[in-house]
Structure formats: structure tokens, C-alpha cells
């Protein structure tokens, strides 16, 4: 896949098929299907808390059947992640498509959050899903809209 095609998946307007979103426990994960508002594809998103950390997170984009990865959020505030050309990224931040280093590459990721259910709005929005959605946390059963 060229760069410019992940580009033109990820700018796709999108919408959850499960209007309701809940984040995994503390060492559990969860796949949602995405479908195109504009074309017959379709993506699938993990949101993965397999760390024990309460605070640790990665929210993934992939395209449905072939599995191409898109982009990846890492919620982390204390990661540190080094780029191909050396650079080192710190705390949370988001992988992207590059061509001949595919996720490799991140850039940091500062949006106003302060929480996992902000973090996983924001990054919908950056994968470009529309707002039609509630996401609810399992550790405390509150909602967020």
C-alpha cells in the first residue's frame, strides 16, 4: 500500500456499526467494525488494554481483510518510542502509515485528555469516524457522549 493510499483511508468518512463503545478491562481487548460512508470498505479498530496498567492503552486501525495497519495510538504517558531516523517520541503518541516502514514511524500524540474515553474520541476523530457514538469505560460504568 502506498502512502498516499492510507492517507485516503484514514481521511474516509466513517461510522461505527455498534454505536455503543466500551473499553476493555485492565488485560482484556475489543475489536469494532468501521464501514465507509462513501465507498464498500471496511476497518476494524482494536482497543487493547492487555497491560495491567490502568493507564496504558493502544487503539489501533486496520483495514478489514487484508489487515493493513493505518495508524496506532499509544496511551502511555511514560513510553518513549524511536522513529527509523533516530528521533525519539515521549509519552503518548501516534503511529502513522509511512511507506517501507509501515507503523514504525509516530508522531506525539498531545490532544487534550484526560482520561481513556477522551483518548479513544480523539482518536476516532483522527481515523475520521463520525460522532454518532457513546463510549462507556467497564472499570467504572459511567457514560461519556
Same mark, same amino acid.
Given at each position: 500500500?502506498?502512502?498516499?493510499?492510507?492517507?485516503?483511508?484514514?481521511?474516509?468518512?466513517?461510522?461505527? =456499526?455498534? &454505536? &455503543? +463503545?466500551?473499553?476493555?478491562?485492565?488485560?482484556? *481487548?475489543?475489536?469494532? !467494525?468501521?464501514? #465507509?460512508?462513501? #465507498?464498500?470498505?471496511?476497518?476494524?479498530?482494536? !482497543? @487493547?488494554?492487555?497491560? !495491567?496498567?490502568?493507564?496504558?492503552?493502544?487503539? +489501533?486501525? /486496520?483495514?478489514?481483510? *487484508?489487515?493493513?495497519? =493505518?495508524? /496506532?495510538?499509544?496511551?502511555?504517558?511514560?513510553?518513549?518510542?524511536? @522513529?527509523?531516523?533516530? !528521533? +525519539?517520541? $515521549?509519552?503518548?503518541? =501516534?503511529?502513522?502509515?509511512?511507506?517501507?516502514c509501515e507503523l514504525?514511524?509516530?508522531?506525539?500524540? @498531545?490532544?487534550?485528555?484526560?482520561?481513556?474515553? $477522551?483518548?479513544?474520541?480523539?482518536?476516532? &476523530?483522527?481515523?475520521?469516524?463520525?460522532?454518532?457514538?457513546? +463510549?462507556?469505560?467497564?472499570?467504572?460504568?459511567?457514560?461519556?457522549?
Amino acid at each position: 500500500m502506498s502512502e498516499n493510499d492510507a492517507t485516503n483511508l484514514v481521511k474516509m468518512l466513517k461510522e461505527l =456499526l455498534d &454505536k &455503543k +463503545v466500551y473499553l476493555p478491562e485492565n488485560g482484556n *481487548k475489543k475489536d469494532y !467494525i468501521v464501514k #465507509s460512508k462513501t #465507498s464498500r470498505d471496511e476497518f476494524i479498530i482494536n !482497543i @487493547n488494554r492487555r497491560q !495491567i496498567n490502568e493507564d496504558k492503552c493502544s487503539f +489501533v486501525a /486496520r483495514t478489514k481483510g *487484508k489487515n493493513e495497519l =493505518l495508524l /496506532r495510538l499509544d496511551v502511555n504517558p511514560t513510553a518513549a518510542h524511536r @522513529n527509523p531516523d533516530g !528521533i +525519539v517520541i $515521549e509519552g503518548t503518541h =501516534l503511529h502513522i502509515f509511512k511507506e517501507n516502514c509501515e507503523l514504525d514511524y509516530a508522531i506525539p500524540f @498531545n490532544e487534550d485528555a484526560s482520561n481513556l474515553i $477522551e483518548h479513544c474520541k480523539n482518536f476516532f &476523530k483522527k481515523f475520521n469516524i463520525l460522532e454518532d457514538y457513546t +463510549v462507556y469505560d467497564n472499570t467504572s460504568i459511567r457514560l461519556f457522549h
